[in-house]
Structure formats: C-alpha cells, structure tokens
C-alpha cells in the first residue's frame, strides 16, 4: 500500500506538469535504504504533444491501458491503468494477466 500510494504521488506530480508516464511497471520502481519509492523512468511523452505523436513507444502488454494497445493514444488514464496493474503484480507477485 505504501509503494503504491508512493507511485500515486510520483504520477500526480507529472501529470500536473502535464506528462505522461507510460512505463509504469513494478520493476520501474525503486525502494532506498530510507524508504523513498522512486520511479526509474523519465516520462515518455507530454500531453501537448499531438495524439498521434504519443505513440512513438508502446510498452510492455502486461502493464498497457486498452486505448495503448488499440493505438488509440496515450493520456493519464493510461498511467491509472499501469498503477492498477501494479497493484496486482505486488499483490500476487507475478505479472498480471
């Protein structure tokens, strides 16, 4: 609950910058000596690229929203989805689906 909870403030934070994730993933994810989560990752795109430029990288299935893998553009709900998918990769410590 912590490291998702972590994970959470990390996307809030880029998302009020107005970036977008995409590559949220569990093995992304890094707990210090001091128990800061980090995120290993730079964001892959900005929402003020166009829609259609967003699709440059398509991550990996496990962890992709619906509208990815459809290649119907990336945006936040995108990066819910991934968190979502991490939860039950903690949870059951294998990748979802």
Same mark, same amino acid.
């Given at each position: ?5 972590? @994970? *959470?403030?990390? %996307?809030?934070? @880029?998302?009020? @910058?107005g970036y977008i994730q995409v590559h949220v993933r569990a093995?992304? @994810? ?8 980090? %995120? *290993?990752? &730079? &964001? ?8 259609? =430029? =967003? ?10 929203? &619906?509208?990815?893998?459809? =290649?119907?553009? *990336? ?8 968190v979502g998918c991490v939860a039950l990769e903690l949870a059951?410590?294998? &990748?979802?689906?």
């Open positions: 609950a912590y490291v998702l909870a972590e @994970l *959470l403030k990390a %996307l809030q934070y @880029l998302h009020s @910058l093995d992304r @994810l890094a707990v210090t000596a001091d128990g800061r989560v980090k %995120l *290993l990752a &730079p &964001p892959e795109t900005h929402v003020g690229v166009p829609p259609a =430029r =967003r699709m440059a990288a398509v991550p990996r299935t496990y962890w992709t929203a &619906p509208e990815t893998a459809t =290649r119907q553009g *990336l945006d936040q709900a995108s990066d819910m989805w991934s059951e410590l294998v &990748p979802p689906y």
